[in-house]
Nanobody, 115 residues
């Protein structure tokens, strides 16, 4: 049974930083691709950042240079470091992986950027 549990969301002022964490069980993060998605109210879920098995990364244009996805294999945890946050980054952020051709999602963590 694969489970993903996110944490680290919260309320932050514009220009601030947050680090999201996603702890996994039932799957080895080092052996698969991981990603962070987000969904703002009234909008479709969008891919924010991906970390491929070999370590290369990919980001949506709107977060390039501000967000960093990384992985700690020993802790089976993937992170999303978010800097220079903007109000438009406000959304529920979800952790994703795929194991044996099945998509798995965490429960989501709310990020609100507001003054």
């Amino acid at each position: 049974q694969v489970q993903l549990v996110e944490s680290g969301g919260g309320l932050v002022r514009p220009g601030g930083s947050l680090r999201l964490s996603c702890v996994g069980s039932g799957v080895f993060f080092s052996a698969t691709s991981m990603a962070w998605y987000r969904q703002a109210p009234g909008k479709q879920r969008e891919l924010v950042a991906r970390l491929f098995r070999l370590g290369n990364t990919d980001y949506v244009d709107s977060v390039k240079g501000r967000f960093t996805i990384s992985r700690d294999n020993a802790k089976n945890t993937v992170y999303l470091q978010m800097n220079s946050l903007k109000p438009e980054d406000t959304a529920v952020y979800y952790c994703w992986t795929n194991a044996r051709n099945i998509d798995y999602w965490g429960q989501g963590t709310q990020v609100t950027v507001s003054s």
